[in-house]
């Protein structure tokens, strides 16, 4: 099966900590994206990679941080600095220019 | 100039009547437009898209209207079927570009 998997699915996080959130593809995709999801807002984002080892901050990057050391992974962490965390966080790659997205991880802050 | 805007925000229609969507932008570079459907605790997925070298795409009972010269396109979902109750999401970004930008959502729902 090709795709994109993140995980975990649901994740609590208590304050001060910080938190990585998993995102893996097989599709051989070179571009991917992380967003994120609050009610009313639509998909905002976080960060971005056209190629491995290279980044760049999306619209709302303050409080995260990325790492591409491999073409199929490209993790995201949460760190204390965000200041409201919580929220519904998508992983997605790119093939021209369509985006396929994964399934999402919910972040709670407790 | 980076914005998508989206309207209406939620929407309810009869089953079998025709739910539409509307979205406008402002940056003339944009060449591509996208809607989404993501269904709850789902990541979105693409529905349909179209280029603003035609004017209509027809995919299914799904239709995106494009009128370049007002800078706005819309998604008509014709015979609306309660399996159609979703959020979706309009967007637009250009061939040199590496994001697309998108629209706030749509969450529309259908009478059984």
């Not at chain 1, 099966?1 to 304050?15: A, H, M, N, V, W």
Request: proline share 5%; glycine share 8%.
């Amino acid at each position: 099966d090709g795709g994109i998997t993140q995980s975990p699915k649901y994740l609590f996080r208590k304050e001060g900590q910080n938190v990585t959130l998993s995102c893996e593809q097989n599709l051989n995709h070179d571009a991917m994206y992380w967003y994120r999801q609050d009610p009313g807002q639509g998909l905002r984002l976080i960060y971005y990679s056209q190629i491995v080892n290279d980044f760049q901050k999306g619209d709302i990057a303050e409080g995260y941080s990325v790492s591409r050391e491999k073409k199929e992974s490209f993790p995201l962490t949460v760190t204390s600095a965000q200041k409201n965390p919580t929220a519904f966080y998508l992983c997605a790659s790119r093939f021209y220019n369509e985006q396929f997205f994964g399934p999402g991880t919910r972040l709670t802050v407790l | 100039q980076q914005q998508v805007k989206q309207s209406p925000q939620s929407l309810i229609v009869q089953k079998g009547g025709i739910s539409i969507i509307n979205c406008a932008y402002e940056n003339t570079a944009f060449d591509y437009f996208p809607w989404y459907q993501q269904f709850p605790g789902k990541g979105p997925a693409l529905l349909i898209a179209i280029r603003p070298d035609v004017s209509e795409k027809k995919e299914g009972r799904f239709t995106i209207s494009f009128n370049k010269s007002a800078k706005q396109f819309s998604l008509h979902i014709m015979d609306s079927q309660p399996g159609d109750s979703a959020t979706y999401f309009c967007a637009a970004g250009g061939n040199r570009d590496d994001k697309i930008i998108f629209g706030k959502g749509t969450r529309l729902h259908i009478l059984p």
